[in-house]
């Protein structure tokens, strides 16, 4: 390669053949930098979106001719059902765990905003979990919550309430998982508001106690509105990860009982690679990509008007 | 990555050690949070606690009623079992290699990436980051099918290339590196160029050595999510031998449902190396959680 040495003697001044000659030795150094991680991750995501697209507009099952059938896959979505009970599921999930876990993060990030005894502690005991993966605390789920010998039955047990059926129980299946994608996330909304807590200008809080304001007031209306757009940002994060919550359902329910925890990407995963319904799990993809768009841009409008950017 | 943009990496408050309250030393007495946060930590390191001690528990203790809250003695069957019945060495020695490629090649690429981008004037540079700033919205559920169909088509399916080539490189690291090179001086990079130094000269023997943080905190994310990863190996390997360990316990709850002793020795198998890692990196792991939406 002679890229380097060239661009080194290059002077000002040359003829205007040499310059653009200059100028594309110039693009190819910087190509060369960016073009393999650029190339996989374009290749890894554009191109397949785009084939995602296309696929939603056939009838195919990976073997034979693919056969054009328009936007009928997305008619199909209409009109299916079990697709607008994932929805559902999928709604109930997101229901409970985005407020739960945005709050969680609020508290335990006011909590561990101190310099008290053990406070190293407690931060890795509340982080460490985060380090689980899905199908670890999937595992552990179905132990935990076990209904014949599981410990939380056995603490009800122990203190003389009711045993439940958890995760073999329709209505409590979607807590259950909400808890224990809890457990592993929490992490990261209290980190998320950890950081942003040390933005709050520490002359202000000084300000509200000499004027005489108490702990809850000097947060209320020092350190919340401060607040306010690192929530919107972490509500929309968790959301769109509540939208497309599969790995825990399948490591502990698989989409059971009685369908109560089939959510959406649950369905497109057995549309596509149990009923090999390319077409169809493409549309609801499609269908999903959708739903976050519209979702975020919602909020991000909603919060603009209130004043409280985060974008 | 509003945060990635409106933060760079430099900037960000270290959120381990430093306390915003300010300092109160008069008294002494102990805070009144001890109440707060004591039973919070417990419960979330119950379930940890509980697959360590249920890892070494006997089988039958497991499936009695009531169950012990402790295990009367300590029994290894759940290793043994778990080490002569499954594969589960080579599902380890999978995982290890699916990482390692993963982070070398993350660090790689996206730092190469990362400096063409923030300091190397070249036509297309806009576009290019354009594009994958864009990629960030899509989510991974719409390339399943594609890629998979994709994957299919290259001979990956059934082999660790499924598992290895969706993290050989990220927007998200990508778009780290470039933050970071974005927050050094350019003198720094002027000062060698006239000591005669080349564009890869100045790259590798200055900028780099700088890099370390923004390194540490890649490597972190790119383990994190290569040692965890579920989706990909589910839907490209269905042969056992190459099983990751992530698939291979997952693969578990259909199999072995009963077998809790071992259930549980494979669960601190796939863990405890990553929670090792986090109690001595820890500094570093919440860096990585601050700047990104892992498992978003």
């Known amino acids: 390669m002679t890229t380097t040495a060239e661009r080194v003697t290059a002077k000002r001044g040359t003829p205007p053949a040499q310059r653009s000659r200059r100028r594309l030795v110039e693009d190819l150094g910087g190509w060369l930098f960016v073009i393999p991680a650029t190339v996989l991750v374009l290749g890894l995501s554009i191109f397949p979106a785009a084939w995602a697209f296309i696929l939603s507009l056939q009838k195919w099952d990976g073997f034979s001719e693919p056969e054009f059938v328009g936007g009928e896959q997305y008619a199909r979505l209409i009109t299916d059902e079990d697709f607008h009970a994932a929805i559902l599921h999928t709604g109930v999930y997101t229901a409970i765990f985005v407020p739960m876990s945005v709050l969680a993060g609020l508290f335990l990030a006011v909590a561990l905003n101190r310099k008290i005894r053990f406070i190293g502690f407690y931060r890795t005991a509340i982080f460490v979990p985060f380090v689980a993966s899905a199908a670890a605390t999937g595992i552990l789920s179905t132990y935990l919550f076990n209904p014949q010998f599981g410990l939380v039955n056995n603490v009800l047990r122990v203190t003389g309430l009711p045993q439940q059926g958890w995760l073999e129980d329709e209505t409590q299946a979607m807590w259950v998982i909400a808890l224990m994608s809890l457990w592993g996330q929490a992490a990261f909304t209290t980190v998320i508001y950890l950081a942003a807590l040390q933005d709050v200008s520490p002359e202000l809080l000084e300000a509200a106690r000499l004027d005489g304001a108490n702990a809850w007031q000097s947060f209320w209306h020092v350190t919340w509105p401060a607040l306010r757009p690192v929530t919107v940002f972490v509500g929309i994060w968790q959301t769109i990860g509540a939208i497309q919550l599969f790995d825990l359902v399948f490591t502990t329910t698989r989409g059971g009982p009685l369908d109560a925890t089939k959510t959406i990407v649950y369905y497109l995963w057995e549309q596509a690679f149990k009923r090999l319904d390319f077409g169809y799990g493409s549309a609801v993809a499609y269908a999903l990509f959708f739903l976050t768009l519209i979702i975020t841009i919602g909020v991000v409008i909603y919060s603009r008007r209130r004043g409280m950017e985060a974008f | ?296």
């Open chain 2, 1 to 296: 990555m509003t945060v990635l943009e409106t933060q760079p990496v430099t900037v960000l408050p270290d959120v381990t050690e430093t306390p915003a309250e300010p300092k109160r030393r008069k008294r002494r007495r102990p805070s009144l949070w001890h109440l707060f946060l004591v039973p919070v930590a417990f419960l979330f390191l119950l379930p940890f606690v509980q697959m360590f001690m249920a890892s070494v528990s006997p089988a039958e203790e497991l499936v009695s009623f009531p169950p012990p809250f402790i295990p009367s003695r300590i029994d290894f069957g759940g290793f043994v079992g778990l080490f002569t019945e499954t594969p589960i060495l080579r599902w380890m020695l999978n995982t290890v290699i699916v990482s390692s490629v993963a982070i070398v090649s993350h660090l790689v690429l996206c730092s190469l990436a990362g400096y063409g981008f923030a300091r190397l004037k070249f036509r297309g540079r806009t576009f290019g980051i354009l594009a994958i700033l864009g990629t960030i919205m899509i989510p991974t559920q719409l390339l399943m099918i594609p890629t998979y169909i994709l994957f299919s088509r290259l001979g990956l399916i059934d082999g660790l290339g499924a598992a290895i080539v969706p993290w050989l490189a990220s927007a998200f690291g990508i778009f780290l590196m470039r933050q970071f090179f974005l927050s050094l001086p350019p003198e720094l990079e002027e000062a060698g160029m006239i000591d005669g130094a080349n564009r890869w000269q100045v790259f590798l023997q200055i900028i780099l050595p700088l890099a370390k943080p923004a390194l540490a905190t890649l490597a972190i994310f790119t383990l994190l999510n290569s040692w965890n990863d579920l989706v990909w190996p589910l839907i490209a390997i269905n042969n056992q031998d190459w099983f990751t360990l992530q698939l291979g316990i997952a693969n578990f709850q259909g199999t072995r449902r009963t077998q809790w002793t071992l259930l549980m020795a494979a669960n601190v198998i796939a863990t405890l190396p990553l929670i090792i890692f986090f109690l001595f990196a820890q500094k570093q792991f919440v860096q990585t959680m601050t700047l990104s939406g892992l498992r978003g």
